[in-house]
């Protein structure tokens, strides 16, 4: 039996690694912070084709291909309820944490109620801005209203939402969801991202000490506005002709985005790098650049921000959504106008500006010292807590 102090978490996700995404790399840093913090943490999460080793907590569920999203797997409901039976068997959980809102939200919830053991969910996804670029063929009013309903049904199920920033929390509460609603963002390590060996990124990219570049580090799909930065970046290597744009990650708007910067004549200007080892190669490019830039305005945190500023990167990006929880009081961040001109017209002065630039790159360590995980995970212990005793299964 665990000591009597010890909180017993059963996690549920369809997301995880080797899927490398934010709600995968939020999950592993709170595990990590909070098995500090004498949190057990059990995970159920979808089999992915690809290999990756697991820790014992971790468990894995049968899953299926979807059809519009190959990237992603889909828990078969059954064989995902019966894993969470068994585990229960074992040792019934103080409480439940649902990380998103497909299979693992109504297995879940089944259990909960099952077990009478309260149950919350961290809402990492605004779908409403996200529905239309993976079912385009389906009215656009439907898919917001279907995905604001649904968000408030599951939300209203819960005893808590946990949310990464402020203004999520102010969208689920427009949506009428009615349970309290706590902000705890993902925190990060920024020992991980420090020491990266940027030339050696350079000449990996065949890139001289001289060149310009501009970063963007992220899931490659259409609501990161990422044709917005190759736009900007148009314009930018007109008056900086050395000059480059690093996209690393991968997803769906890839080859479209491929075949935009062709359009552009940019294919030399614009280097896609595909997913990157976060051990060396992700510090590395991070180290690399000059400036991170960033236009998502869809965003529910922006953990890459973060990363950035963790490597001494400056960072030039759109406030909108939960970026600005992270841009509005950093020091080594600048808040980019939203249109085009006025973007490219911010890159061109930073990167004409070494000084300003180092100076941004100091403050910008000491802005992500401010985000740590284990900070973090102590705020999501505290909301745990609460939760359990609220329901009177105290930990």
Known sequence: MPPSNQLSVLMISDVYFPRINGVSTSIET????????DVRVRLVVPEYPQAHADDPETRRVSA????FDPEDRLMRYRNASALLSELCDEQPPDLIHVQTPFVAHYAGLHLARQLDRPIVATCHTLFEEYAHAYLPWLPE????????AISRRQGNDLATVIVPSSAMRARLLDYGVRVPTVVVPTGIRP???????GARFRARLGLDAGCAVALFVGRVAHEKNIGFLLDVAARVRERIPEFVLVIAGEGPARPALEA???SLDMEANVRFVGYLDRRQALPDCYAAADVFVFASRTETQGLVLLEAMAAGVPVLALAEMGTRDILEPAQGALIAPDDVGGFADALVALLRDPGGRRRLQDAARDDAA???????????????????AAHGHGA
């Not at 299926?64 to 059809?67: A, S, V």
């Open 260 to 262: 935009r910067a062709a």
């Open 370 to 388: 401010a985000w740590s995980a284990d900070a973090q995970a102590r705020r999501l212990v505290e909301c745990y807590r609460q939760v359990v």
């Open 191 to 197: 020992e991980c991202f420090a020491g990266g060996d």
């Open 64 to 67: 299926r291909t979807i059809f």
């Open 30 to 37: 709170f595990r990590e912070s909070l098995a500090k913090l």
């Open 141 to 148: 009013w439907l898919l917001r209203a279907c995905a604001r």
